[in-house]
């Protein structure tokens, strides 16, 4: 069965805009954390942002798309969204969505690889590049 479809991506002159889309199933729509991860060729997968899916919705980001980045997410369409303004160079990668359906710390933290283990459904991706 297929929790999470991506999509959004492309190719993208620098200073430039996407938004990624994830259509989650019924059954991952209920995790407690979601995600978008990304990877980079011959980079290991990093943590870009997440939301806590709870009441308050916190949100982190990785520091180098601070700013530029916004994760949100719509329960209507189980729909989570990852909207990128000033697009660089360096963000081109494989872009990927994920949800943690039982997190074992609090907060939703993305900064560590034992923190992206954490997450259990992922999605195949979608590619974007950003050109110079």
């Known amino acids: 069965q297929v929790h999470l479809v991506e999509s959004g991506g492309g190719s993208v002159q620098a200073g430039g805009s996407l938004r990624l889309s994830c259509t989650a199933s019924?059954?991952?729509?209920?995790?407690?954390?979601m995600g978008w991860f990304r990877q980079a060729p011959g980079k290991e997968r990093e943590g870009v942002a997440s939301?806590?899916?709870?009441?308050?919705?916190?949100?982190v980001y990785a520091d180098s798309v601070k700013g530029r980045f916004t994760i949100s997410k719509d329960n209507a369409t189980r729909t989570l969204y990852l909207q990128m303004n000033d697009l660089k160079p360096e963000d081109t990668g494989m872009y990927y969505c994920?949800?943690?359906?039982?997190?074992?710390?609090?907060?939703?933290?993305?900064?560590?690889?034992?923190?992206?283990?954490?997450?259990?459904?992922w999605g195949q991706g979608t590619q974007v590049t950003v050109l110079s």
């Open positions: 994920a949800t943690d359906t039982a997190p074992l710390t609090v907060g939703c933290p993305i900064a560590t690889s034992t923190d992206l283990d954490e997450y259990n459904y």
């Open positions: 939301i806590d899916a709870g009441f308050d919705r916190t949100t």
């Open positions: 019924e059954y991952t729509w209920k995790a407690y954390c």
